[in-house]
């Protein structure tokens, strides 16, 4: 499904908490809601005056805060498209602006070298994090307890930040240019990373340990996100590839192609689809059936196979405690490359 409406670049893109809605941020100026189920246009979110570089949903789906190149971060009401508060501080562009778990903070990231922590109900500016020294700050997250924060610079090295104190207590190196983004699996024990270097990596949050290198795209990495459940990550590049990866292994799952740079994706908060956001100003809904949860596959299998499941089948694929009397042969099949998913219509 192609989500028309923008008239340039689609910088970030993010499910609803619910899955109902997307909103998307774009160099337009404008961000804008639409319904997922359909892909119409629902609200257009007007009032920076600079490039729209980041949105984000509150964890109970009421509010939106974006980020612009005007130097402001602007809270919205998601069901009205009603400008409620703006954060003001930062002296150049904002990059990235994010919610705690609780809703109660939003943290922002900019190219002025800073992250800042603000109330998310007054907007009063509460922290702000120096570490990155000259380098811009280009984005900023939560981890899911809302304990630490994490941030990406343009010197090549994201940093693990204390909420409450504002220390900066991990630093994770090993990238040779600068990152795009840097965000905590669900259950806060991993980091991801992207940057210049074509190169994703992911990270143990608690230790700093590189534990998985992929060499994701021709060119930059620009984004990554976990599906809810962690067990998969999606990467996107300037190459125009969005491509989703085992957590545990490395392991190249699945395939997206367009005609055009993507600059970011999400995951569905159900796992089964994936939204990017591209250069050509267009959104795109893709079903991915191999990020579904297991029960869900098993569904799906059950509607595509033309046979009963053997013994030895159901006890190998659906983990069913079984005795099986008489052994039955099992047919394996050469591993396939990964798929490749073109747009649905």
């Known amino acids: 499904m192609d989500l028309r409406g923008h008239t340039s670049k689609i910088r970030s893109i993010v499910f609803s908490p619910d899955g109902k809605s997307l909103v998307t941020a774009s160099e337009d100026n404008t961000a804008r809601v639409w319904e997922a189920s359909t892909g119409a246009s629902i609200l257009v979110l007007s009032g920076h005056k600079g490039f729209l570089r980041s949105v984000a949903y509150s964890p109970e789906g009421k509010f939106i805060v974006t980020a612009s190149g005007d130097s402001i971060a602007r809270v919205w009401e998601a069901s009205t498209g009603k400008s409620i508060l703006e954060l003001r501080g930062h002296t150049k562009d904002v990059r990235s602006a ?91 024990k991993l980091i991801v990373t992207t940057s210049v270097d074509g190169t994703v990596r992911i990270w143990e949050a608690s230790t ?37 990866w085992e957590t545990s292994t490395g392991k190249h799952i699945v395939e997206i192609s367009e005609a055009t740079a993507i600059f970011s994706a999400v995951f569905h908060p159900e796992g089964k689809l994936i ?25 799906l299998a059950r509607t595509r196979i033309t046979r009963e499941f053997m ?5 190998r694929y659906l983990h069913e405690n079984i005795v099986c009397s008489t052994p039955t042969p099992i047919l394996t099949q050469t591993p396939e490359p990964p798929q490749t998913i073109t747009p649905g219509r």
């Not at 204390?162 to 991990?170: A, P, R, W, Y």
């Not at 992929?214 to 491509?243: C, E, I, M």
């Not at 050509?280 to 991915?288: F, Q």
């Not at 013994?311 to 006890?315: A, L, S």
């Open 98 to 188: 994010a919610y705690s778990p609780d809703g109660k903070f939003i943290v922002t990231a900019s190219i002025d070298g800073s992250a800042r922590v603000w109330e998310a109900g007054t907007g009063k500016g509460i922290m702000e994090l120096r570490g990155h020294g000259i380098h811009s700050v280009l984005n900023a997250a939560f981890s899911p307890d809302g304990k630490r924060i994490v941030t990406a610079g343009w010197d090549g090295i994201a940093k693990v930040w204390e909420t409450s104190t504002g220390k900066s207590t991990i630093e994770l190196r090993g990238h040779t240019l600068g990152l795009y983004s840097a965000t905590f699996s669900p259950d806060g």
């Open 311 to 315: 013994c030895e089948e159901r006890q």
């Open 208 to 244: 700093g340990k590189s534990v998985i290198e992929l060499h994701a795209h021709a060119g930059d990495s620009h984004s990554a996100a976990f599906s809810p459940d962690g067990k998969y990550v999606v990467t996107v590049g300037l190459d125009g590839n969005a491509r989703v």
């Open 275 to 299: 939204a990017t956001a591209s250069s050509d100003g267009v959104a795109r809904i893709y079903v991915c059936e191999v990020c579904a949860p297991f029960q869900d596959l098993i569904a």
